[in-house]
């Protein structure tokens, strides 16, 4: 079973500039969740989706957007880039049917994007 | 919102010895304490989870305990070995798949 697939995995932006980061879940995963992994800041909530719907949202500046395709597949967009914004961007799938926390999340690898 | 505290940020044990990290959380509405362990280059991965309902679970070498009147749950691993090294976080959660994670705790295992 395909684990959850992150693309790019590297990548190199200027300030100012976007960047779209795509993620794609374990087969039959209809919920992806965003983290932002930094060494000041740790692990930060991003947002999360369900069946193309947002349903919760961390603490971000309207910057950093997110989308998801009826394929599950998710995409989040960072906009007008910062220095601050340079960390592991990390998507996690999982079944997510249920208010209630119903089980594991499956981490991809990281987009670790760096910001000059 | 919720708040995780994590202890402490660094171990280093011996082959074989135990270890205890330890959180606490501030939101009495949260329900699933998940516990990762990240590699250098991986993304976490899920280790063991404990829900609100339960005071203890155990899998081979790894518990976890919760006090929901303290907020506090803590990972216990036991005989740990060299490949038990790694970054290990502790995360809480009361709504739609958000976790909160700990600062971390790096534990060293040395042979």
């Known amino acids: 079973k395909a684990g959850v697939t992150q693309t790019p995995r590297y990548l190199i932006k200027t300030r100012g500039q976007q960047v779209t980061l795509s993620c794609s879940p374990i087969?039959?995963?209809?919920?992806v969740s965003w983290y932002q992994q930094t060494p000041g800041q740790g692990l930060q909530f991003l947002f999360e989706?369900?069946?193309?719907?947002?349903?919760n949202k961390g603490n971000f500046p309207g910057r950093f957007s997110g989308r998801q395709f009826s394929n599950s597949r998710s995409e989040m967009n960072v906009s007008t880039l910062e220095l601050g914004d340079s960390a592991l961007y990390l998507c996690?799938?999982?079944?997510?049917?249920?208010?209630?926390?119903?089980?594991?999340?499956?981490f991809g690898e990281g987009s670790r994007l760096t910001v000059l | 919102g919720e708040n995780v505290e994590q202890h402490p940020s660094t171990l280093s044990v011996q082959e074989g010895d135990s270890a205890v990290i330890k959180c606490t959380y501030s939101?009495?509405?949260?329900?699933?304490f998940p516990w990762y362990k990240q590699e250098l280059g991986k993304g976490p991965q899920l280790i063991i989870d404990?829900?609100?309902?339960?005071g203890e679970k155990k899998d081979q070498r790894i518990a976890v305990t919760l006090n929901k009147t303290a907020k506090h749950f803590s990972l216990h691993i036991t005989e740990t070995q060299p490949e038990d090294s790694a970054v290990y976080f502790c995360?809480?959660?009361?709504?739609?798949?958000?976790?909160?994670f700990g600062t971390g705790t790096r534990l060293l295992v040395s042979p």
């Open positions: 404990i829900r609100s309902n339960v």
């Open positions: 995360a809480a959660s009361n709504s739609f798949q958000k976790l909160v």
């Open positions: 939101d009495s509405a949260s329900n699933y």
């Open positions: 989706y369900f069946s193309e719907t947002q349903r």
């Open positions: 996690a799938s999982s079944k997510g049917q249920d208010t209630y926390f119903d089980g594991e999340l499956f």
């Open positions: 087969s039959g995963h209809r919920s």
